[in-house]
């Protein structure tokens, strides 16, 4: 029987108001890929995933290959990858959400949230706050002194924060001298957020950062693969790292300092993160979110500002703000930047020490021109 003329009518027009969004998708691809393509070049164990979130949707791609259960395949959105120091940003949140609680204060010492035994350095009789463990101006070194002389008498130099633990950590604070006055200049600092992790999981009464994380922000974000312990099901998942000569390296683990890079996560996760963020996703976090990406400190580049961990950068040929965060540890680099003014996002997991923030920044100027079109 045939079907009914209106019956073939809306199918025509469905079809017809598919075309231009499946042809702008492909166009899209088409971009990523001219942009992925050249950066895959002499790297074949080279494994990555490239999300993007917009208005209109988001799509995942894969490249390269990565190696799960002896397979080589294409990595996907299941596949799971170190993030680094985007860690930060889940970090900068959860203070900002225990401030909206009446948990701490921004100007709280952090000495009045650590457990016993942590004792943080002074100067010029002033405490390091909060505050300046999330702007990065705490004067704290940017990692413990000598951590790689360190790993080098541990089972895994590959893998230096390991075996440092908590008892290592109160021997550092004990020694450490302050590199400037406290509050008077940005210096990145994975010691001082992962200092800052102590400070918050003991002001909620957590037994850990995780538990602390993952009950504050990451449950209520729905975000199931970001962890920082994996379960069986979640390693098999987990994309092997490489070094840049692509040797394949240990993954790092983290004995105490886990806040500021001890996270592993998927790109549809980040893009989750992404749209909670915009606004595209109802969340119980949009005023922390807002509080964590003000512009706390400025960091001595041009139009650069840190806010609570997250960092803001100013696009000027674009007029356009990046709100982003980076990672990188010994086998993995990451990438994760938005476009507030247009919705624009993207996320790039890699399983290899090859920087991918150029990608990140161009794929996020790309699909800004494309959007204003």
Request: glycine share 10%; charged share 20%; aromatic share 6%.
């Given at each position: 029987?045939?079907?009914p003329?209106?019956?073939?009518?809306?199918?025509i027009?469905?079809?017809?108001?598919?075309?231009?969004?499946?042809?702008r998708?492909?166009?899209?691809?088409?971009a990523?890929?001219e942009?992925?393509?050249?950066?895959l070049?002499?790297?074949?164990?080279?494994?990555?995933?490239?999300?993007?979130?917009?208005?209109?949707?988001r799509?995942?791609?894969g490249?390269?290959h990565?190696?799960?259960?002896g397979?080589?395949?294409?990595?996907?959105?299941?596949?799971?990858?170190?993030?680094?120091?985007?860690?930060?940003?889940?970090?900068?949140?959860?203070?900002?959400?225990?401030?909206l609680a009446?948990?701490?204060?921004?100007?709280d010492?952090?000495?009045?949230?650590?457990?016993?035994?942590?004792t943080?350095?002074?100067r010029?009789?002033r405490?390091?706050?909060l505050l300046?463990?999330?702007?990065?101006?705490s004067?704290?070194p940017v990692?413990?002194?000598?951590?790689?002389?360190?790993?080098?008498?541990?089972?895994?130099?590959?893998?230096?924060?390991?075996e440092?633990?908590?008892?290592?950590?109160?021997?550092?604070?004990?020694?450490?001298q302050?590199?400037?006055?406290?509050?008077?200049?940005?210096?990145?600092?994975?010691?001082?957020?992962?200092l800052?992790?102590?400070?918050?999981?003991h002001a909620a009464?957590?037994?850990s950062?995780?538990?602390?994380?993952i009950?504050?922000?990451?449950?209520?974000?729905?975000?199931?693969d970001?962890?920082?312990e994996?379960?069986d099901?979640?390693?098999?998942r987990f994309?092997?790292?490489?070094?840049?000569?692509?040797?394949?390296?240990?993954?790092?683990?983290f004995a105490?300092?886990?806040a500021?890079?001890g996270?592993?996560?998927?790109?549809?996760?980040l893009?989750?993160?992404?749209?909670?963020?915009l606004?595209?996703r109802?969340?119980t976090l949009?005023?922390?979110f807002?509080?964590?990406?003000?512009r706390?400190?400025?960091?001595g580049?041009?139009?650069?500002?840190v806010?609570?961990?997250?960092?803001?950068?100013?696009?000027?040929?674009?007029?356009?703000?990046?709100?982003?965060?980076?990672?990188?540890?010994g086998?993995?680099?990451?990438?994760l930047?938005f476009?507030p003014?247009?919705?624009?996002?993207v996320?790039?997991?890699?399983?290899?020490s090859?920087?991918v923030?150029?990608?990140?920044?161009?794929?996020?100027k790309k699909?800004?021109?494309?959007?204003?079109?």
């Amino acid at each position: 029987m045939p079907l009914p003329l209106g019956t073939i009518v809306a199918a025509i027009l469905g079809i017809m108001w598919l075309m231009p969004a499946a042809s702008r998708a492909a166009d899209i691809k088409s971009a990523i890929d001219e942009i992925i393509t050249p950066f895959l070049e002499d790297k074949p164990y080279l494994g990555l995933v490239v999300g993007i979130t917009q208005s209109t949707g988001r799509e995942i791609l894969g490249y390269g290959h990565v190696t799960l259960a002896g397979e080589r395949q294409t990595p996907d959105g299941e596949t799971l990858f170190e993030i680094g120091s985007i860690t930060k940003a889940f970090t900068g949140t959860l203070l900002a959400d225990q401030v909206l609680a009446g948990t701490v204060r921004l100007d709280d010492p952090v000495q009045k949230h650590l457990p016993d035994g942590l004792t943080v350095p002074r100067r010029n009789d002033r405490d390091i706050t909060l505050l300046h463990l999330a702007t990065h101006t705490s004067s704290l070194p940017v990692q413990p002194p000598l951590i790689g002389l360190f790993a080098l008498t541990t089972k895994d130099p590959s893998n230096p924060y390991a075996e440092y633990g908590l008892d290592h950590l109160k021997e550092t604070l004990m020694q450490i001298q302050l590199s400037g006055p406290i509050g008077s200049q940005f210096d990145y600092s994975n010691l001082g957020v992962g200092l800052l992790g102590h400070a918050l999981a003991h002001a909620a009464g957590a037994e850990s950062y995780e538990d602390a994380l993952i009950r504050q922000i990451v449950e209520p974000l729905e975000l199931a693969d970001t962890r920082i312990e994996l379960s069986d099901e979640q390693k098999k998942r987990f994309s092997p790292g490489h070094d840049r000569s692509g040797k394949e390296t240990s993954g790092w683990t983290f004995a105490c300092l886990e806040a500021c890079g001890g996270l592993r996560s998927t790109v549809p996760d980040l893009l989750d993160l992404i749209d909670a963020v915009l606004g595209r996703r109802k969340t119980t976090l949009t005023e922390a979110f807002q509080m964590a990406q003000e512009r706390w400190r400025e960091t001595g580049q041009k139009g650069e500002f840190v806010g609570l961990c997250w960092m803001r950068q100013k696009i000027p040929e674009a007029d356009r703000t990046m709100i982003w965060h980076n990672g990188g540890t010994g086998g993995y680099r990451s990438f994760l930047g938005f476009l507030p003014e247009t919705g624009v996002g993207v996320v790039i997991l890699s399983n290899s020490s090859h920087s991918v923030d150029a990608l990140g920044v161009e794929i996020l100027k790309k699909l800004d021109d494309e959007d204003q079109k």
